[in-house]
T-cell receptor, first 115, second 113 residues
């Protein structure tokens, strides 16, 4: 089945620790995205990538980093600089960014908590 | 810039009631409009879309019509079920260029039996 796989489903971070959230897609999509979802705040864009080896900051990139070494993979690292990382993280992909190509397909999410 | 405004929730209905969730937008040019649904503990799923004025998107009994004159894309369903309980997000992206998808804040719907 084609889709987006996020892992792990639940993740716990200790103080001062970096953690990496995995996102893999087999839809052959060029564009991938990371969102953060907090209760009552909707989705906020962290980073996005239009193509391999290229990515752009979204609205709340501080304290996060990404890489896009392969088309199918777009891991997100939550660094120790992110002081309030507890949230639900969603990865998405689409054919492209423009117009009707930007129909985004989402993974099931990773819930990150701080110990 | 582009923005989406949804009605504040939560919305609580009885089974078989009529549903309307309002969505209005601000955008330059001719945006494509979407409704996404998020069931508890899951990611978002595309529910329906419309890419030009007067288009009607429909799926699973839900409908929304792209109204350029009122810059609206209200979601409707004639008879809701308990299984429709979820959070609904309105979103837009502009045609052409490299505009990102812009989401509303979401409206939580609870349907009681």
């Amino acid at each position: 089945d084609g889709g987006i796989t996020q892992s792990p489903k639940y993740l716990f971070r200790k103080e001062g620790q970096n953690v990496t959230l995995s996102c893999e897609q087999n839809l052959n999509h060029d564009a991938m995205y990371w969102y953060r979802q907090d209760p009552g705040q909707g989705l906020r864009l962290i980073y996005y990538s239009q193509i391999v080896n290229d990515f752009q900051k979204g609205d709340i990139a501080e304290g996060y980093s990404v890489s896009r070494e392969k088309k199918e993979s777009f891991p997100l690292t939550v660094t120790s600089a992110q002081k309030n990382p507890t949230a639900f993280y969603l990865c998405a992909s689409s054919l492209g960014l423009a117009g009707a190509k930007n129909i985004q397909y989402f993974g099931a999410g990773t819930r990150l908590s701080v110990l | 810039g582009n923005s989406v405004t949804q009605m504040e929730g939560p919305v609580t209905l009885s089974e078989e009631a009529f549903l309307t969730i309002n969505c209005t937008y601000t955008a330059t040019g001719y945006p494509s409009l979407f409704w996404y649904v998020q069931y508890p503990g899951e990611g978002l799923q595309l529910l329906l879309k419309a890419t030009k004025a007067d288009d009607k998107g429909s799926n699973k009994g839900f409908e929304a019509t792209y109204r350029k004159e009122t810059t609206s894309f209200h979601l409707e369903k004639g008879s809701v079920q308990v299984s429709d309980s979820a959070v609904y997000f309105c979103a837009l992206t502009n045609q052409g260029g490299s505009e990102k998808l812009v989401f509303g804040k979401g409206t939580k719907l609870t349907v009681n039996p």
